[in-house]
């Protein structure tokens, strides 16, 4: 790249010079000839020995670039293809003198208009310009090439029972209970409404939720019932229903594509919340469990609402009043799945289609997701209160608590 400003300053002088002599009317075809024509004006023989040096290195450059610009991967875009053009026309044949081409045809006339705009722009001038172009978007093509070989994950603080990640676009909430097949205790509750605060703020274009290990995420962690002290029962079931309504809510508001990636048996709440994702990818070992009779308990998440618009109130009778676990094919037939993956290729797959999602323009992104859904969320919300509602009661029956304490004594396990 020719940075040397004391090169370029002399090397202006001669185009000064060459374009008195263009505007002389006189012919000048290339770079040598023109510094002939030069020293037949006379200039001094140090200031010309300099000058044509630099020229000779510049027409050198020139001539790398176009090499340069073939090796290109990445098409620069309409907009640089056009200025290359017109700079390269300016550079080898001086300013545009065709005449102008008809308005329909537009890529002729979008090619003049593009040389014609550079004017009387030496040809130095445009070498220079043309090679410095081309030259950035190497350097532009380089550096993304880097980043695409290495692209950095960058791990999020303070969270402990959850992993997010930002990558690609992409910010990733991985429950991180394996041990308990990802059960969702009190806390992860809401370091889950942390997580999607901040990726409803960052630079993320997509939000992921995903689950570590074989399980997706068991549900409700049952022992959040088991931690209220006696006589407490009924303050534990009124924070348990605030706590609920306040993550559910963050589901309705998130403001990105949010999208499930289901990597195995999903069961309870975190089934009812892929109603309020706007894709879901699952494994074919994934299975899907709402088993709220079974355990004395009600729909959440929107379910009550959501599943019957989903897949038609029959089918989700049959999942959210009569316990039916859905495989994941019944589930995509069923509309709550997107599509489904085999085990052997499911990260591999969806990651490499989540990337080319997040790589799509954000904010057309995140207000087509608005049209799509902006209507309904004041109904959501009803809905989610009413449910919370709903179940803070059933939290309290002896219908609920018996179930929780056959699953704590072994006797029954889903
Ligand atoms: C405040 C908000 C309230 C929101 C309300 C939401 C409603 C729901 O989500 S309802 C759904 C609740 N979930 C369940 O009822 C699932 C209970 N778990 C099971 O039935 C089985 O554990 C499961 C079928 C998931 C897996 O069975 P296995 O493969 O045989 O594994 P283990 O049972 O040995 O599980 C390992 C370990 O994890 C503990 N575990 C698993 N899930 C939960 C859970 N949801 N809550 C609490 N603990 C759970 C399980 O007890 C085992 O622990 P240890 O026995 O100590 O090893």
Excluded at 173 to 188: L, Y
Excluded at 310 to 325: R, T, W
Aim: proline letters at 4%.
């Amino acid at each position: 790249m020719h940075t040397n400003e004391g090169k370029w300053k002399i090397s202006d002088e001669i185009v000064g010079s060459r374009c008195r002599l263009f505007k002389n009317g006189r012919s000048c075809k290339g770079r040598y000839s023109c510094v002939r024509r030069v020293q037949a004006l006379c200039i001094p023989a140090i200031h010309l020995h300099m000058t044509a040096a630099t020229m000779q290195v510049s027409q050198q450059d020139f001539e790398k670039a176009q090499e340069q610009l073939k090796l290109l991967k990445k098409d620069p875009g309409n907009e640089v293809k056009l200025k290359l053009y017109a700079l390269f026309k300016q550079a080898t044949e001086g300013p545009c003198n065709s005449p102008k081409p008809g308005m329909l045809d537009f890529v002729k006339k979008a090619k003049w208009d593009a040389w014609n705009s550079l004017g009387n722009l030496s040809q130095d001038n445009a070498k220079q310009k043309y090679t410095e172009l081309v030259s950035s978007l190497v350097s532009a093509e380089s550096s993304s090439q880097v980043k695409d070989a290495a692209p950095e994950e960058s791990r999020h603080d303070g969270y402990e029972t959850i992993i997010v990640t930002t990558k690609n676009n992409i910010t990733k909430i991985m429950f991180n209970r394996p041990e308990r097949k990802n059960a969702i205790s009190h806390k992860m509750y809401r370091e889950i409404i942390k997580a999607l605060e901040e990726a409803a703020k960052n630079d993320s274009t997509i939000a992921v939720i995903t689950g570590n290990g074989e399980y997706y995420c068991s549900g409700n962690d049952l022992n959040n019932f088991t931690n209220a002290e006696a006589g407490e029962t009924e303050k534990m079931a009124k924070n348990g229903a605030v706590l609920l309504k306040e993550f559910v809510a963050h589901f309705i508001d998130f403001p990105k594509p949010l999208i499930a990636v289901v990597n195995g048996p999903a069961i309870g709440i975190s089934v009812t919340l892929l109603g309020l994702c706007d894709i879901v990818y699952a494994s074919d070992t994934a299975t899907f469990h709402t088993p709220f009779s079974q355990l004395g308990q009600s729909p959440e998440g929107c379910s009550s609402y959501l599943f019957p618009k989903i897949m038609g109130l029959a089918k989700a009778n049959e999942m959210l009043l009569f316990n039916k676990k859905l495989t994941a094919a019944e589930a995509c037939a069923q509309g709550l799945v997107t599509e489904v993956f085999p085990d052997r290729t499911f990260q591999k797959e969806v990651w490499a289609r989540l990337k080319a999602y997040a790589s799509l323009p954000k904010n057309s992104l995140a207000v087509s997701k608005q049209l799509l859904r902006g209507l309904e969320k004041e109904k959501l919300h009803a809905v989610n209160n009413q449910e919370c509602e709903v179940l803070k009661e059933r939290w309290l029956s002896d219908e609920c608590l018996n179930a929780i304490v056959s699953f704590f004594q072994k006797k029954s396990k889903l």
